[in-house]
């Protein structure tokens, strides 16, 4: 009796274990019958789409596919390497973008605020005009005229030649030609006794000594 008992006792342990299996198998067995239906579904649709593509699929493109992705491993290896870069690249520039982006609008803005682009706009028309109102010979002379301009302002900025050019445009302001007489060979006599001429004459007298050391040739270029 306790043999049979024992028995009896295992077979009931064998149950209570298997019978969890037994519910997942028949939970799988639901499952399936559940999916089943969704499963032939799917396979009618991709059997519809192949069936679309079946013209414009071959095996042999795919084969073809396969051999090139395999030959251009290493070109591909470098692409991504280079896609990884300019990502990575991207990010670090992204924050300088944002802040720089904003300050060069507004540096435009003020440009434009302040005219700049008109101008440049206005040069450019220049530009047109001299185009048609000029040939490219005569643009070139003019370039050379423009150099030589550019030189003579240059001397200009001497300190010397300043303190001349100022005497100068002084003497319409210092000098009342309305009150000039006549004056004879007496008259000059008389007037170089006069210190003021005689510095004038001085001055006079420079001049001449260097205006003496330029000479115009017969082809009008001055030598010196």
Known sequence: MDREQLILDRLERI???LAPLSESARSTAEFKEDIRPLVNLACQSLVRELGTMETRFQLEDLLRLVKTTFKNTRNLTY?????ESATDFALTIEPLLKSSI?????HLDELEQKGVFRIIEAMMG???KL????SPEDIDQIGDGLVVLFGLAKKLGHPRTRAFIEVVTDFP???DLSQCKPVGPMG???AIRCSEVQDGLGVIVELTKAIAKVKVPNNG???Q
């Open 188 to 190: 000059l006599i008389s």
């Open 126 to 128: 220049v530009r047109a």
């Open 131 to 134: 185009a048609s109102a000029y």
């Open 79 to 83: 692409l991504l390497d280079t896609l």
């Open 173 to 175: 302001s210092e000098v």
């Open 221 to 223: 270029a001055i030598e």
């Open 102 to 106: 904003p300050a060069l609008i507004h």
């Open 15 to 17: 149950e209570a274990q």
